[in-house]
């Protein structure tokens, strides 16, 4: 029995991480709408709970899932901790005495309640008080209506409004200029703006270095070279190589031994992991933790498929394909920045190849697409272990986020 879940992450207005919502499916072969509501509650929090840790699918940040009415007067918000998850009321409970007194009852035990796909009706002023956040649909709310129900909630100061369906930049600065508090979307993995952003120094040697290591059998006079032309990342190479995941008998006295002691394979994760962190000063911490598990992701499946005799391949594009979110412009304009293997720039710009099937099978996984992720495990034969990769890529990023925090 596998358990399937994926999550979405949830921005404030500085684009920071403040939780997660958790979407289920009842395995590959079925879509939530044919899964009855019940059943996927009951099987997702059985599931964090027993089969993958909560804190795991969530890195410690709040889990935003969504209860029916059945699931409600049962009483399952209980059995989680009142700051691990966000009870999110779903669209389809109708307002009433019973539902009205379970909101009391949740919110004098502390939990944080809030009302998922909002339809505005006179009855739900009744709950206000003892409401959090209030989500509502940008695309299927049109602005009028979005302003009556902001108009109705200004004496409810302490409701916070989170904007779902955020897709694109237009309707995140729409939603922010609004007022709303809180962010769900796709909107952070798309360019926000193009432009041409200059590659300082330290950025165009990680960028040459990724080129180098980009082919199976790496130039190690070269790789070294570069190094030793940036005083920065010469140390930061150094303390990697020093730290304790690797057992030696010796401290790294040189960048060349520094360079074996990790291997290849270790080389090109901390190249991408420091060129994502370098350059995406300004962005979200979720921006280069999707990046992460995209690229862990893609490279668990690589090694699971056998199809590449240098599975690193797998990683990097996984790393790069949000790299256009990360410099603000068309990944046509970062590719010609990056000189990357031509196998990656096929994946990445034209969608074609092995390494772009694992990557359409990551951002599926991302959206809890399980149908259109079954077919692409069938097609590649990848058998049962995929969501077990999935599950392992997030426990890996969770790892190695501290890493990227210290970096920034």
């Not at 691990?84 to 009852?105: C, F, S, W, Y």
């Not at 909107?187 to 990680?206: R, W």
């Not at 990724?210 to 940036?230: A, G, W």
């Not at 010469?234 to 990697?240: D, F, H, Q, V």
Request: net charge negative.
């Amino acid at each position: 029995m596998y358990f399937y879940a994926a999550r979405q992450p949830i921005l404030d207005r500085d684009k920071k991480l403040i939780g997660y919502e958790l979407l289920f499916r009842d395995g590959v072969d079925n879509v939530f709408p044919d899964i009855d509501g019940d059943e996927a509650t009951t099987r997702l929090i059985e599931g964090s709970q027993f089969n993958f840790g909560l804190e795991d699918l969530t890195d410690n940040k709040p889990a935003y899932i969504n209860f029916t009415l059945e699931t409600l007067l049962k009483g399952y918000p209980t059995l989680l901790g009142k700051d691990t998850i966000v009870v999110e009321i779903l669209e389809t409970v109708q307002p009433g005495k019973r539902l009205l007194a379970i909101v009391k009852d949740l919110k004098d035990k502390g939990y944080t309640i809030a009302l998922d796909d909002y339809i505005h009706q006179p009855v739900w002023r009744h709950f206000y008080p003892f409401i959090d956040i209030i989500k509502i649909d940008f695309l299927a709310s049109d602005i009028d209506t979005i302003k009556t129900v902001l108009k109705d909630l200004k004496p409810h100061s302490h409701i916070k409004l989170l904007a779902e369906k955020v897709e694109t930049y237009e309707i995140y600065q729409q939603a922010l200029e609004l007022g709303f508090d809180y962010f769900q979307g796709f909107f952070f993995s798309k360019p926000e703006m193009v432009q041409s952003k200059a590659l300082p120094p330290s950025e165009m040697a990680l960028a040459e270095l990724l080129y180098e290591t980009s082919s199976v059998d790496m130039d190690l006079k070269k790789i070294t070279n570069v190094f030793e032309r940036d005083v920065n990342l010469s140390y930061k190479l150094l303390r990697y190589s020093n730290s304790a995941a690797f057992a030696r008998r010796a401290e790294i006295s040189t960048i060349k031994q520094a360079l074996i002691v990790l291997g290849a394979n270790e080389i090109k994760k901390l190249l991408s992991l420091l060129f994502a962190a370098q350059v995406s000063a300004d962005k979200p911490v979720e921006l280069i933790r999707l990046s992460l598990t995209r690229a862990r992701f893609g490279e668990l499946l690589a090694i699971s498929h056998g199809q590449f005799k240098d599975t690193g391949m797998a990683f990097l594009t996984g790393m790069m394909s949000l790299m256009d979110a990360i410099l603000d412009e068309s990944m046509e304009s970062v590719m010609k920045k990056l000189p990357l293997s031509n196998d990656i720039k096929a994946a990445l710009l034209n969608d074609e190849g092995l390494l772009a099937k694992y990557l359409s099978l990551v951002k599926y996984y991302e959206q809890a697409n399980w149908s259109a992720a079954n077919e692409i495990t069938k097609e590649l034969n990848l058998g049962e272990k995929v969501p077990d990769a999935y599950h392992e890529a997030l426990a890996w990023v969770n790892e190695q986020m501290q890493l990227i925090v210290n970096e920034k």
